[in-house]
């Protein structure tokens, strides 16, 4: 059981770095438009070029 | 004279040569629409950010200073296809945001908690069935506490904050049991950790507050989205005012920009957007959204206009008394104060069921205790007992059985086009037996068209419909509108109070006053609406007479069937003359009317009503109106109503039909339903497990597994209120 020793500290800071991470994603507005965020995920990537600009 | 839009009144300074702006967009509503305007902005040069929010319709936009006028950004959308405003975010927004974010923080938190104190939980739970030493159990209920207190000390906040509140105004609501509860139960469980005894309840007590949490933070996200949206359509009502720079320079800048003493020009089809005296011009001004009086009024130096009227015919300058909202007639604030005293006493549907709740709770904990000292047990014991039973009816679900509800419901009514103002307005809505309308602006439309259309030849109407293009005059606006004309005749004169004319192939065409056109032989022909303007046409010499009106709201008669058929009673109460009123109420066959009332008289027809134990719903749109909005059970706006009444009403409905208002009363009938049986099924849930609790024989495990699952059942039950809406109509 002395294997608790190293566990249980590793598994509370686990969980405050998750808990810091929700709180750094929170301030830096991620939660802000979660409708947008959706979307933006599956958004086409900026067109390579402008296409009149080849022909 | 020279006329320039100035928006520098929204612009920011956002850092080092950067400037910033937000702009509300309306139109948004897919991915696509979002790449196509972000594409759009960033191909400016010097743009450096233009980011999109979806779940506002907003766009925020950042330029390098110096380079570029914000105008250009908007006319850059409107190529787009969309319509935007600079947009200001006002503080009653700017708290509903801070408010989100702090619950999302606490719930954060308070998750975090619960998922590590329940990861400590388990094996202490199997470990007390098998063969755990009480050294290694005491190790966990320690470390349990070490993550549970400083959490529930954070994300208790809400609760605790709101208990004090109540606890100071000597009222309670359900935060009181709540806060109660929570302390002791953390409270016990330390004591019994420090006594190295088998339960403790970190886990429980950590739980309540992430599900409470839940439900605390959807109800606000639910009210900060709506409150989002009505301060876009605000800003999209784009209210500017022509304020004059110099002596013959007039700049069109934000009403949120103009401040008392300046001095606006109003031309003639505008609406006056702030409270002020005429200094110099003639003109007719519509007030009916002040007054709801349709007749329209001279205006010359010195009368006071106030937001919200119409100018007809002349050019007014009017020096500003007040910009926007902030005054109006001293008798409707008056009155307006009284009503909303009034108001303030209605108690909600959860704080009645807490006022019967926590004394009921709170004695059975403390009978517990006493009956098990009078049986023999010793006094740690029966305080043990006795907190267990307070953790076991902490009311989770009945805490959550209000506001998931309320969401839901809300989120529907969201999707029907009403916009929730306040909090218990679902409540109140739901116990209406009687609708008063207002006419002017409610049940029919705030603006004008041509009621005769039909009669008029198409090629002739078309004619009139360009060569109204070229008039000012709001009647003109809406023949124009109702032709669909796109381009004005050529050469079109304009003679100020009479009408337009133009000659068009060697033919005179004429378009205003009767007199004006030669076509008053025609007036007395024509069934004469009392509400009615009549403009002539004549083209050479053929003469027609245009009727133009305030129409009725295209589904005013289907919307006052289905009231009818839900047993709710109907009356409307209007500023305007008998004549006009009668019309009204006979196409709609609404059999109680009554004409010319002041908003005194409407607030006493009200009170009269009250009397009878009536719970009235108020619908109406003018400043004359905001008073009795204010003195109904529940009130209700269109999105076009005066400011005033628009922030008294408890909703307000979007777009042209009527049919919101009968959808927003079967959604808030079908959620106070589930409120009411949310609230059974927590009680019945209390009646199962009290007993189990005074019997002493509950654990830990126990406690936990009946929280969340009374928890999750009434969520589930909430959910059903999502499609309540769009039934009946």
């Known amino acids: 059981m002395e294997i608790l020793v190293i566990l249980v500290p590793l598994a509370l800071m686990l969980g405050l770095a998750g808990l810091a991470g929700f709180l750094w994603s929170l301030r830096s507005g991620q939660y802000d438009d979660l409708d947008g965020a959706a979307w933006r995920a599956i958004a086409d990537d900026e067109p390579p070029q402008e296409a009149p600009a080849k022909r | ?729």
């Open chain 2, 1 to 729: 004279m020279q006329v320039t839009r100035d928006f520098s009144h929204y612009v920011r300074a956002a850092g080092e040569g950067i400037k910033h702006i937000d702009l509300a967009v309306e139109g948004v509503h897919c991915a696509g629409c979002m790449a196509k305007i972000e594409r759009g902005l960033s191909a400016i040069p010097d743009v450096t950010l233009a980011r999109v929010n979806l779940t506002d319709r907003r766009v925020a936009l950042e330029w390098k200073a110096g380079t570029l006028d914000p105008v250009s950004f908007i006319d850059r959308l409107e190529e787009l296809g969309y319509k935007a405003y600079p947009y200001e975010t006002e503080s009653a927004e700017a708290a509903e945001v801070a408010e989100s974010r702090f619950l999302l923080r606490c719930l954060g938190v308070a998750a975090f908690a619960t998922m590590n104190v329940m990861m400590l939980s388990i094996p202490v739970w199997s470990g007390n069935l098998s063969d755990m030493l009480p050294e290694q159990r005491d190790f966990f209920h320690w470390l349990s506490a070490l993550i549970a207190l400083p959490a529930a000390a954070y994300a208790g906040q809400p609760f605790f904050r709101s208990a004090w509140r109540a606890l100071s105004n000597k009222t309670t609501n359900m935060d009181v049991p709540i806060s109660i509860g929570v302390t002791l139960a953390l409270g016990m469980s330390v004591v019994e950790t420090v006594n190295q005894a088998e339960h403790a309840y970190f886990d429980a007590a950590i739980m309540l507050l992430t599900f409470l949490l839940v439900g605390r933070f959807l109800d606000q996200n639910m009210r900060r989205r709506t409150r989002a949206v009505a301060g876009n359509l605000a800003a999209l009502k784009a209210e500017t005012a022509a304020k004059f720079v110099g002596p013959d320079e007039i700049s069109q800048v934000p009403v949120a920009a103009i401040h008392p003493g300046d001095i606006v020009l109003l031309r003639p089809g505008e609406r006056c957007a702030v409270d002020g005296t005429v200094i110099e011009g003639r003109s007719e001004i519509d007030q009916s959204l002040i007054t709801g009086e349709t007749l329209y009024v001279t205006a010359g130096q010195g009368t006071p206009v106030y937001a919200g009227s119409m100018n007809i015919s002349g050019t007014l300058r009017v020096r500003v008394s007040a910009a926007s909202e902030a005054t109006l007639l001293a008798e409707i604030t008056r009155l307006l104060d009284n009503a909303l005293q009034a108001r303030s006493r209605y108690m909600r549907l959860a704080d009645r069921a807490s006022r019967l709740y926590a004394p009921v709770v709170h004695a059975t904990a403390l009978i517990t205790i006493l009956g098990w000292v009078a049986v023999g047990a010793s006094w740690h014991d029966a305080i043990v007992t006795g907190v267990a039973v307070l953790i076991i009816t902490c009311p989770c679900a009945l805490g959550l059985a209000i506001p998931t509800v309320q969401t839901v419901a809300s989120g529907a009514m969201f999707r029907a086009g009403v916009l929730l103002n306040s909090g218990d307005a679902i409540e109140r809505l739901a116990e209406a037996d009687h609708v008063i309308f207002d006419k002017t602006g409610t049940l029919t439309l705030p603006d004008l068209e041509v009621t005769n259309a039909a009669d008029i030849p198409a090629d002739i109407f078309d004619l009139a419909g360009r060569l109204a293009l070229s008039s000012h005059h709001p009647v003109a606006a809406a023949v124009a509108q109702a032709a669909g004309a796109k381009s004005p005749i050529v050469g079109a004169v304009e003679e100020a109070g009479h009408g337009v004319r133009a000659t068009v192939d060697g033919i005179e065409l004429r378009l205003g006053r009767p007199s004006f056109c030669g076509a008053e032989a025609l007036i007395s022909s024509v069934t004469l609406d009392p509400e009615a303007s009549i403009v002539a046409f004549s083209k050479d010499s053929e003469k027609f007479v245009l009727s133009v009106r305030q129409g009725l709201r295209p589904d005013a008669q289907a919307v006052i069937a289905a009231l009818k058929a839900r047993n709710i009673g109907i009356e409307i109460l209007s500023g305007d003359r008998e004549p006009a009123v009668i019309a009204a109420a006979h196409a709609l066959s609404i059999a109680e009317w009554r004409a010319g009332v002041t908003p005194a008289d409407k607030i006493a027809r009200i009170e009269e009503l009250k009397r009878r134990g009536v719970k009235v719903l108020m619908v109406g749109d003018g400043m004359n109106d905001a008073p009795s909005l204010a003195a109904a059970h529940v009130s209700m706006s269109p999105i076009s109503a005066a400011h005033l009444s628009q922030a008294t009403a408890d909703l307000v409905f979007l777009g042209r039909p009527l049919a919101p208002v009968v959808a927003a009363i079967d959604s808030a009938r079908k959620a106070l339903h589930l409120m009411r049986q949310n609230l059974w099924l927590a009680i019945g849930y209390n009646v199962l497990a009290v007993p189990v609790a005074i019997s002493g024989v509950v654990t830990p495990l126990i406690a936990a597994a009946a929280m969340s699952g009374s928890s999750i059942l009434v969520m589930l039950n909430s959910l059903r209120a999502r499609n309540a809406s769009r039934e009946g109509l």
